[in-house]
């Protein structure tokens, strides 16, 4: 089962910041937090990923709270090509580097013009 | 090529029919995932592969589903005796050692229909 909580949809206006929100509290200290968005009729693509401190990259940033029990995935200016499912997710491990990703049902972000 | 590649994109399976998807990762790609989406699901994890290692196939339904990475690259995935609730798109992922820190690759999936 999915260990992470988000709303079932958002909607946003085209040029304005979107914050996603997501509850993980039975994350354990060495949880990374990964986001992952799905655009219609393709499979998921990474966002971000983070464990404790704030991350940014070309897409997206990712504020991690301090007790790491939510995170909010920040989309800095929606375009409608960022209409999608997006997905908060902690994985399963396998040790060492790698793991499952356990997907619940994701965030579906409405972008309007 | 560039991206994970799977094939067909599209199958149509009568009920009780055996079907074959292909998937080619990323060239170099140690780590495979395949995964099962419901339509207005998320996807659900099925198998994983270490090159040609299946090591974790908790995820497969049944026994009718079975995968395989003989030599450590092209995986395919077959579903014998089809059933109507196989009706899914099942999705592809790589990934390079320590994927964690580089994302999973997917493909876009093949839409299996049971009719």
């Known amino acids: 089962d999915a260990k992470t909580t988000q709303p079932n949809s958002m909607e946003s206006n085209e040029e304005e910041p979107v914050h996603l929100p997501c509850n993980h509290s039975?994350?354990?200290?060495?949880?990374?937090i990964h986001w992952y968005r799905q655009l219609p009729s393709q499979g998921p693509e990474y966002v971000i990923h983070g464990l404790t401190s704030n991350v940014n990259n070309r897409m997206a940033s990712l504020a991690i709270a301090e007790d790491r029990k939510s995170s909010t995935l920040i989309l800095h200016r929606a375009t409608l090509r960022d209409a999608a499912v997006y997905y908060c997710i902690l994985p399963g491990y396998y040790g060492g580097s790698q793991g499952n990703l356990i997907f619940g049902k994701g965030t579906k972000l409405s972008v309007k013009p | 090529g560039a991206g994970v590649s799977q094939s067909p994109r599209y199958k149509v399976a009568k009920r009780g029919q055996d079907v074959a998807l292909r998937c080619d990762p990323i060239?170099?790609?140690?780590?495979l995932f395949w995964y099962q989406q419901a339509l207005g699901q998320g996807p659900e994890f099925l198998t994983y592969?270490?090159?040609?290692?299946?090591?974790?196939k908790s995820g497969l339904p049944s026994d009718r589903f079975f995968a395989e990475r003989p030599e450590g690259s092209v995986s395919t995935l077959k579903i014998q005796r089809t059933q109507q609730e196989d009706s899914a798109v099942y999705l592809c992922?790589?990934?390079?050692?320590?994927?964690?820190?580089?994302?999973?690759?997917f493909g876009s999936g093949t839409r299996l229909t049971v009719v």
């Open positions: 060239s170099g790609h140690v780590s």
């Open positions: 039975t994350i354990s200290g060495t949880d990374y």
């Open positions: 992922a790589s990934s390079p050692v320590g994927g964690w820190n580089y994302g999973y690759t």
């Open positions: 592969f270490q090159n040609e290692a299946q090591l974790d």
